[in-house]
C-alpha cells in the first residue's frame, strides 16, 4: 500500500510565482481553505526574476494611452492570434491590478509629479511599463507574499503558515494508511514550498479531485486532496539549450493538463527574446531586459551600422522612424517623431539579430552590439539600470557605461498553453481545473509584448481564483472522491526511475531533448529539420521509461530531473508538431520553408491533446480548430487598411460591414 501524507483543502494552486500569489488571494478572500504548491523555495518563483516592468495603460507618462490602445498594440503584437476577448480583459484589468498592488505595499518608481512613473517597451504605443528599477519582479513578488502572510495572521493561523514544516507534522501516518489531516489547525492559507507536484487526481466522472506530490527534501509522498486546481506553474523553456528561464521551466503545467485530459493551444509559438548575454559560454541565455532599448541602447553589427533599420516590415512601417535622426529624436519629442526600429516586438527583433549573425555582421562571440554607453550619462546607466550594470560587470567583465554589450537572441516565453475559457480561466474539458499565467494559452496571441506577462499573471491569477471559489462554492459540499488506486498508480510511475538498472541517465536524455530543440525547433524552421527533431523525441521518448537514477529519495536531483523529463518531452513534442503543421511564419513561429504570414492560417489554432498508454507515455495529437471572431466594436479600433493585412479576402468584407 502507498504510504503518503494526506491535506485537504477546497482550492489548491500549483505555483507560487505572480499568477499562483494572486489566484491565491482571489481563493482565500472568497473563503475558501487554500493552499499554495511551490517546487522551488517561497519567494523564489520565476516571477522574481522579471525586470522591465508591468504594462498597464494607467495614462501616466502619455495621457493619450487607454486600454483601447493596450488592446491594439497587444493585438498587433500577437500578429491577431490573441484570444481576443482576453487580450480585451487584460486592457481593461490591468491599471487596477497595478493600483491594487500598491494598497498591497508596492512601491513603484514615481514621475517627477508622484505619479507611477512609466518606461517605453518594444510594440507599446506610449511609455506603459510600471517598473522598479530592473527588479519589478522581485517587488510584486514581496508585495503578493506580504498580502499573504497579512491574510494568513488574520485567520489567526500559525504564524509560521508559511513554512511546509507545519505540514510535515500533520496527517502524516506511516504503516501504508493514510490519515485525515488536521486542517483547522494549518489554517486557511497555507504554502508547501519545496513541494513538487507529478499528477493531478481525478474522480471517476474525470472531475479534479487533488493532486500527487513529493517533498523534494525527504522524496516522501504527499496528496491534496481539493475539487479545484489552479495551475500556476509558467513556461518551458528548459526544453531548449540557451535560454533565460529557471530551473523551474519544465513544462509540468503544461503536461499536468495534457494528461489529465485537458488541451494545450498555440504551442507552435516560442517567444526568443533578442536580447540574451552571448558570452561568457557559462552564462548564455541569460536575459539582457528590454529596458536597455526602451532606455535608448541601439543595436549595432560589427560593421557599426544601426541594423534595425532594415528590418522594419510593412505592417509597422507607419509607426517607425526611418533615420537616425528622427529615432534619436522620438525620446524626447515622443509626439511629433516615430519611434526607434529597436523598439519593434520581439520576434521582428530577434529575426533581424539572427540574420545579420547569419550574414556574417556579428559580434566576436556570435551575437550582436547592444550600446547604451554612448547613448546615456554613465550615472543614468547605473540609476536605470541597476541589475543590467551588476550582471555584465559580475558575469562578463564588461562596463555597460562604457563598452556595449554583446547580445542574441534566448528562448524566453512559451505563448502556447492550456485551453481556458477567457472569462473564467476554466482549463477545456476537465472540471475543476483552472489554468494562469504563463501556463495558460492564448491571450499573447502569436508574440507577446515585453510587460504584458505580469499584467497577465495579476488579471487572469486573479480570475482563477475566484472562478475556482465559485466552482467550489457550487458544490455545495459534494467534493469528487480520490481512488486509492489512482494514487497508486501516481506514486509507482514517480517511483518506476528506482526500479531499472542500467537504464538511461537522465542528465544525458535531457541534454539531447535540449541540443534536439535549439538546432531544429528554435528560431527559423524548416520542415525537414523538424520531422527530424520528431524523429529524436519519439526516441527520446522511449528512452525516458528506462530513465533509471541512484541513491535514494531524499533530495535527489537525479530523480527529479528523471520525474521532469517526461514533461519536457511531452512538451516538446506539442511544440515540434504544431510548429511542423503551420505553414506560414507569424511571431514566435518562423518557417524558413513558408516566410510569409498567410491570412488563412490566421484563422486557425493548433491544438495539442494528449493520450496516455499503459505504458506511461503520453501520445499528442494536434487538430486545427477555428479562432473566435473579434467583436465590432473591437475591430473598429483598427484602421480598414491595417486588418486588410491579417483578415482573409472571404473575411473582410463581413468584418467591415459590421463596422458600419
Ligand atoms: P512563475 O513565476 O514561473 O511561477 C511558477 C511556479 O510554479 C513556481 O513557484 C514553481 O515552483 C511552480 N511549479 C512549477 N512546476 C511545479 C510542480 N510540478 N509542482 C509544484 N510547483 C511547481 N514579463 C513581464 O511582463 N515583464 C518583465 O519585465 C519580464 N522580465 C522577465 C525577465 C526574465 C529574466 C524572464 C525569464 C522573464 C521575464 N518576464 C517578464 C516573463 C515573466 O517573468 C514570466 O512570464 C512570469 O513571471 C511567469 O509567472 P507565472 O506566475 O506564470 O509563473
Known sequence: MTEYEEHRYDVVIIGAGGAGLRAAIAAREAGMRTAIICKSLFGKAHTVMAEGGIAASMGNANARDNWQVHFRDTMRGGKF?????????????????????????ALFDRTADGKISQRNFGGHEYPRL????????????????????????????????RHSDGAHSNGVRSNGSHSHAATASEGKLKVFAELTVTELLRDAGGAIAGVFGYWRESGRFVVLRAPAVVLATGGIGKSFKVTSNSWEYTGDGHALALRAGSTLLNMEFVQFHPTGMVWPPSVKGILVTESVRGDGGVLRNSEGTRFMFDYVPDVFRKSYAQTEDEADRWYSDPEHN????????????????NSEVKAGRGSPHGGVFLDVSTRLPAE???????????????????DITKEPMEVGPTCHYVMGGVEVNPDTAAATGVPGLFAAGEVAGGMHGSNRLGGNSLSDLLVFGRRAGISAA?????????????????????????????????????????????????????IIRKAAEMRHALDRLADLKVRATRVCVEGHRQFNPGWHLALDLRNMI??????????????????????????????????KNLVCAGTVTPAGVVDISVSEQPIPDIRPDLLRLFESDELSKYLTESELPAQLAKET
Open 338 to 353: 516615430k519611434r526607434p526600429p529597436e523598439l519593434l516586438p520581439r520576434d521582428e527583433v530577434a529575426r533581424a539579430i
Open 570 to 603: 511531452a512538451v516538446s513534442e506539442c511544440v515540434a508538431r504544431a510548429a511542423l503543421l503551420r505553414e506560414e511564419s507569424r511571431g514566435g513561429h518562423t518557417r524558413d520553408d513558408f516566410p510569409a504570414m498567410s491570412a488563412e492560417w490566421r484563422r
Open 470 to 522: 465559485e466552482y467550489v462554492t457550487g458544490l455545495a459540499g459534494r467534493y469528487p472522491a480520490v481512488s486509492e488506486s489512482s494514487v497508486a498508480t501516481a506514486a509507482t510511475a514517480a517511483l518506476a526511475p528506482f526500479q531499472t538498472d542500467a537504464g538511461e541517465n537522465p542528465y544525458t536524455l535531457h541534454q539531447e531533448l535540449q541540443q534536439t530543440m535549439n538546432d531544429l525547433v528554435g
Open 81 to 105: 492570434l490573441n484570444n481576443p476577448r482576453m487580450a480585451e480583459l487584460h486592457a481593461k484589468e490591468a491599471p487596477d491590478r497595478v493600483w491594487e498592488l500598491e494598497t498591497y505595499g
Open 380 to 398: 543614468e546607466i547605473i540609476r536605470r539600470l541597476p541589475s543590467m550594470h551588476h550582471q555584465f560587470k559580475e558575469l562578463a567583465d564588461v
Open 130 to 161: 510600471a517598473h522598479v528599477g530592473d527588479r519589478t519582479g522581485l517587488e510584486l513578488i514581496r508585495t503578493l507574499q506580504q498580502k499573504i502572510v497579512s491574510l494568513q495572521q488574520d485567520d489567526g493561523a500559525h504564524s509560521d503558515g
